[in-house]
């Protein structure tokens, strides 16, 4: 008999809902509504829709959301403004809207951020937390990714797990973390020349390139996980986004599909605000 194999797509807008919810309540039951401020350092529109985005959640669910935008700001001014904006106590949480313009210190000014004010994980010591496993917050995209495989009962321990993309802001603190879950992980980056020959291997395949159909179903293992980060956004007129994986191919063969968008995306955002409440 023909191996039956169940195939879901994941609903990461349900599931986000869920989580505003009790994110909601839980700040309802807090006694000073908590602020975020996020910088916005350049003009980028991606940027700006990606601010607007958590700007709405964050008015959602009751937290007092500061946007600081400079569009030509230097680095030292911006180490200053960070530095007032540790030394708040009404501020919960600080974040930079990456990529930065051009000319500004990244590391210097993502280090400036007090690692306890660091709620997407991108200071240093927060990301060392995360590599020697006793992660103070996890990169919102990384927690988004953990909860998405623990709402669906993935199991991560003894499972090959393949990471196509190593950013400091997933790829990376990802596969630190599913391998301090007891998987067996493989990162892979551009130079990489056997790509399938790597994601076939697959138990679990997450990717997060920004390059579409990157992964082919004939690339993915019969029954893989797979999660996909990717966004690519195509300039004309019929406006779409695109992950990394050719969905409608590679649904047939996963056993787990995250779609984009609606997959990973709203699990970012809630997750940012999880952080911001711990
Ligand atoms: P990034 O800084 O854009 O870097 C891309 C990474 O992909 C690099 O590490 C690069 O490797 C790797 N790469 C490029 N081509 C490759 C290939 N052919 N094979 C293997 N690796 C390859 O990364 P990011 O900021 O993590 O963003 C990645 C994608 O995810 C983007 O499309 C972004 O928009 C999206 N994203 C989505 C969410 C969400 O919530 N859904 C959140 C964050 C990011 P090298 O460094 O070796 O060149």
């Known amino acids: 008999m023909p191996k039956v194999s169940v195939m879901k797509v994941f ?24 602020q ?22 964050a008015e959602r669910i ?7 935008q400079l569009i030509k700001a230097e680095t030292n001014p911006v180490l200053q403004l960070i530095k007032e904006q ?35 994980c991108l200071t240093s010591k927060n990301l060392g937390l995360v ?9 919102a995209t990384v927690k988004g990714i953990m909860t998405i495989l623990t709402q669906e009962k993935v199991v991560v321990r003894g499972r090959q797990a393949v990471v196509v993309g190593g950013s400091n802001i997933v790829g990376k603190p ?26 076939r291997q697959a138990d679990i395949l997450i990717t997060a390139v920004g390059r579409q159909n990157l992964i082919k179903a004939s690339m993915v293992k019969e029954g893989a996980v797979v999660i996909d980060v990717g966004i690519t956004r195509c300039d004309n007129q019929e406006c779409h986004v695109y992950g990394d994986v ?12 995250t779609p984009v968008p609606g997959g990973v995306g709203p699990l970012t955002v809630v997750s940012l605000f999880e952080n911001l409440i711990l």
């Open 62 to 68: 009751g937290v007092n959301f500061n946007l600081i």
């Open 174 to 199: 990802l596969a630190m973390v599913l391998s301090n879950q007891g998987a067996t992980v493989t990162l892979v980056r551009s130079s990489e020349k056997n790509l399938a020959q790597i994601t």
């Open 36 to 57: 975020l401020t996020v910088f916005l350092l350049n003009n980028n529109p991606e940027s700006q829709l990606y601010v607007q985005k958590k700007k709405v959640l």
């Open 246 to 257: 050719d969905f409608k191919r590679v649904k047939t063969k996963a056993s787990l599909i």
């Open 86 to 120: 540790n030394n708040q106590r009404s501020v919960a949480g600080i974040m930079v809207q990456l990529p930065l313009n051009r000319g500004l210190n990244e590391r210097k000014i993502l280090d400036a951020i007090d690692p306890q004010k660091d709620v997407d």
């Open 131 to 139: 590599a020697a496993g006793q992660p103070r917050f996890l990169p």
């Open 11 to 34: 609903d990461g807008h349900q599931l986000a809902l869920q989580i505003e919810a009790e994110l909601k309540q839980k700040i309802q039951r807090l006694k000073r509504r908590p």
